[in-house]
């Protein structure tokens, strides 16, 4: 679970449903390889945690302003 909100993104409704896409279909292209499935998984989430932090979902609403759901979770401090 926390691998999708990784991907998907935290703080959107939308961004962990795309995390779950992402999952499922690594899932489904990576499954039958083994101990390399877990390393793809790994990978993908150092690769989106340094360059994505906002995740997958995260990055593409704020650079287009699109929302399916326009509510978000901020948090303040």
């Known amino acids: 679970m926390v691998f999708m ?6 703080g959107t409704i939308e961004g962990p ?3 779950a896409i992402a ?3 690594l ?3 990576f499954a039958q ?6 390393i793809v998984v790994g990978a993908a989430a ?3 945690s340094l ?3 906002r995740g997958l979902w995260g990055t593409l ?3 287009t302003g699109f929302a399916v759901f326009p509510v978000r979770h901020t948090v303040q401090l």
Request: charged share 10%; no cysteine.
């Open 5 to 10: 909100v990784v991907i998907g993104g935290i």
């Open 51 to 53: 360059y994505l932090p």
């Open 61 to 63: 609403a704020h650079r």
């Open 17 to 19: 449903v795309v995390g």
């Open 27 to 29: 899932d489904k292209y």
């Open 33 to 38: 390889s083994g101990v390399w499935y877990l």
């Open 46 to 48: 150092i690769v989106v």
């Open 23 to 25: 999952y499922f279909l």
